[in-house]
């Protein structure tokens, strides 16, 4: 192939290509330009690419794979691949594996994670029938109780956890279809509110009669219910928590859980939603969180085209707040 | 740019640009491993960074004879002299960023082996924003961005910051667990040769300065240093 037909065919590639002559770079097409700067032609070609591994790979004589870190942010990970051509050149490029490589890790830690919090729970079960099982404990009637009732609270725990877990799974598979039913986000609210009974506060108000969008019903249920769930764990000791609705002129609702509990430290707030992660591990355990909670809320509202957020000021409270698409007949 | 050089020596002015990046890039290299050695007490990993240094001095000689033929043989000018000093000059600053890695990893196997131990969690931070400065201000030297480096010499004063609030800390630390003392010693010297990385890379940049405009940096906005120096 002639080189102008070289160049030309690479211009067209989207991902960063490069074509090295005795260490310089003599071309860059315009992806390549984009991640490594548009100074790099004419350059030796370490100056594009200076990861000792990539450095390695570019000065073996029958060229080959690597994987290199860092080219663009850092962290980020790339498989590399030099070809040599008729006549010497080398022709380079780069594909971007971090999302693969994340996804991987994401999804071990995962399982790493999920394992971690049923095992706690399940120790602490063995532990206590085992101690049940001898005979000078368990005879002793309060003893006896204790332990009954420190089993009865582990098992539970497992098993909101599996329920959460299941839940996160469903949610998960059914991701990229968007769910169309009617929903009456007022109504649910109302009727989320009333399920936590008449000794807890928690007030209802809506700016609209009713607001309808396409949804899930019992998935949007579920979604209010943590985060009232959450509000009253989280927020003061009778303190009051309040559903706001604004079903405004602008095609979306707000729906804001608000709590004036302690809050939340800011450094905590852009880590709420990973799975298993606790603000505060111990408190949420002693008060039977399984770690999923707005987890599974982003993932309900991610999957009705809504946006899931949380604000909190230490010492004032927190608001979570659900925005999601109004539905087209409802303007 | 201002040359009058043939392309053989054009190609000698970009094999020096080339090993100077090498270097970083091998600088680099090496102080992420020292730092993943030191949080995951990884005694092998802290090796071979030991033993990566040799490279990295190997290189600086290589920069050191390319350089010397370059000025004997081409008598460069102008732009073209100072990409040559400021490679010579780069090129052992960047050893001296090795050797600080070097000596993070030498500390390794003095530190005892306590994840949870608490100064600990802040070192990583402070080696991020040092590791972004060795980072940008090698981008900065390939692309000839002398925007980019005074952002990088900016940066310096907060890893200063950081390093005065690690003492802070650490000192309190021994004060409260005196069985401490001896690691909390060694992530002392970490956390100050971080520090020293810090001030590399700001020289770097100031070099970096100097190759892309002709001006010293501590002369820049100085109206009588407006003129350039070579």
């Not at chain 1, 070289?6 to 330009?33: C, G, H, S, W, Y």
């Not at chain 1, 609209?208 to 219910?225: F, Y």
């Not at chain 2, 102080?31 to 190997?58: C, M, N, P, S, Y």
Request: include cysteine.
């Amino acid at each position: 192939m002639a080189e102008a037909d070289q160049t030309r065919l690479l211009a067209l590639i989207e991902m960063p290509a490069l074509l090295v002559e005795a260490d310089k770079v003599t071309f860059a097409n315009r992806a390549a330009l984009a991640l490594l700067g548009a100074h790099i032609v004419g350059e030796n070609v370490r100056i594009a690419l200076r990861a000792p591994d990539a450095v390695a790979l570019i000065m073996r004589p029958d060229g080959g794979h690597a994987r290199i870190t860092g080219v663009s942010v850092p962290g980020s990970i790339w498989e590399m691949a030099c070809h040599v051509l008729d006549g010497g050149a080398r022709l380079v490029t780069l594909q971007d594996m971090s999302i693969q490589v994340s996804v991987a890790r994401a999804h071990a830690d995962f399982v790493a994670n999920a394992s971690h919090e049923l095992r706690t729970p399940l120790a602490a079960i063995i532990g206590y029938v085992e101690t049940l099982s001898d005979e000078k404990a368990g005879e002793d009637r309060q003893t006896r109780e204790r332990f009954l009732g420190i089993i009865r609270r582990e098992a539970r725990r497992v098993q909101s956890l599996v329920e959460d877990l299941m839940s996160l799974s469903r949610i998960e598979a059914v991701k990229h279809e968007a769910p169309t039913d009617p929903v009456d986000i007022v109504a649910l609210a109302r009727e989320v509110a009333g399920e936590f009974g008449e000794t807890s506060s928690v007030e209802v108000t809506s700016d609209a009669a009713q607001a309808i969008v396409g949804g899930d019903r019992s998935q949007l249920a579920q979604a209010i219910r943590n985060l009232v769930d959450n509000a009253l764990k989280y927020g003061r000791p009778g303190g009051k928590v309040a559903i706001s609705i604004e079903a405004s002129a602008t095609g979306w609702l707000l729906l804001q859980v608000t709590d004036d509990g302690e809050g939340i430290a800011p450094e905590h707030l852009p880590r709420l939603t990973e799975r298993f992660y606790r603000a505060d591990a111990s408190r949420s355990r002693s008060l039977g969180g399984t770690g999923l909670g707005l987890a599974i809320v982003k993932h309900i509202i991610e999957r009705h085209r809504g946006r899931f957020d949380v604000s909190s000021r230490l010492g004032q409270g927190t608001t979570a707040s659900i925005t999601l698409p109004l539905s087209g007949d409802q303007l | 740019m201002v040359t009058s050089s043939t392309p053989q020596f054009q190609s000698e002015i970009g094999q020096l640009r080339g090993l100077i990046a090498e270097m970083g890039g091998l600088a680099e290299v090496a102080i992420t491993d020292a730092i993943d050695a030191l949080v995951r007490h990884d005694e092998d990993l802290a090796h071979t960074v030991v033993a990566g240094d040799a490279k990295l001095d190997a290189l600086e000689a290589e920069v050191d004879r390319l350089a010397v033929r370059i000025i004997a043989l081409r008598a460069p000018m102008a732009d073209d002299l100072r990409d040559v000093i400021a490679a010579l000059k780069i090129s052992g600053v960047i050893e001296r960023i090795g050797d600080y890695a070097k000596n993070i990893a030498k500390r390794v196997g003095e530190i005892d082996d306590r994840r949870k131990f608490e100064p600990l969690t802040l070192i990583p931070v402070m080696a991020g924003i040092a590791q972004s400065m060795v980072r940008d201000v090698l981008n900065a030297y390939g692309a000839r961005d002398a925007t980019l480096a005074i952002e990088v010499i900016n940066r310096d004063e907060k890893v200063d910051n950081f390093y005065d609030s690690i003492f802070r800390n650490l000192v309190a630390h021994m004060m409260e667990n005196p069985s401490t003392i001896s690691t909390a010693a060694q992530l002392l010297f970490v956390a100050r040769n971080l520090e020293r990385i810090g001030d590399h890379a700001t020289n770097v940049a100031e070099m970096v300065y100097f190759a892309a405009t002709g001006l010293y940096y501590s002369e820049r906005g100085n109206p009588g240093g407006l003129e350039k120096v070579i």
